[in-house]
């Protein structure tokens, strides 16, 4: 785990919020490992450490958001959510962003402001999809556990 100094406000954590809580265990502990992968990403950024440590935890990040996200559709199909398919849209839509993502920082040799911006951009494209696409099949699943 990489500590993030504590005077870096350009890579501020992204704190666990209660209001992130979608009551299901295994989506919330994938929730919070993302969040998680993306804090290490910020502190590898601010701490100015090697490009290809950078590289290689973005691609990890990447790899354990589409694990989440067909774990989430998988469950969500369980739970008879019916806007199952738009939400796994939206997951495609992302893979495929992230995807881009991921190739214009393997071409940058190294660290720039701009690669910066880019990295960063991970921090508000987990927190949009959790609050905007998530949070709407809550109330879903608390319906379906008898809630």
Same mark, same amino acid.
């Given at each position: ?42 502190? !590898? ?12 935890? !973005? ?6 958001? !589409? ?25 495609? &839509? ?18 720039s402001p701009p690669a910066r911006e880019?990295a960063l951009y991970f921090r508000s ?21 008898? &809630?």
């Amino acid at each position: 785990m990489v500590d993030m100094p504590e005077d870096n406000s350009l890579f501020q954590r992204i704190e666990w919020l209660d209001a992130l809580n979608t009551d299901h265990a295994e989506i919330d502990d994938d929730h919070r490992q993302l969040i998680d992968d993306t804090n290490i990403i910020l502190a !590898v950024l601010a701490l100015d450490r090697p490009w290809a440590e950078l590289i290689e935890l !973005v691609l990890q990040m990447r790899a354990n958001c !589409v694990a989440h996200f067909r774990r989430e559709e998988q469950i969500l199909a369980h739970e008879d959510y019916p806007d199952i398919t738009g939400h796994a849209a939206e997951h495609r &839509r992302i893979e495929q962003e992230l995807a881009k993502v991921v190739d214009d920082l393997a071409e940058i040799p190294n660290p720039s402001p701009p690669a910066r911006e880019l990295a960063l951009y991970f921090r508000s494209l987990l927190l949009n999809h959790f609050l905007r696409y998530d949070l709407r099949y809550k109330s879903h699943l608390l319906y379906k556990a008898g &809630r």
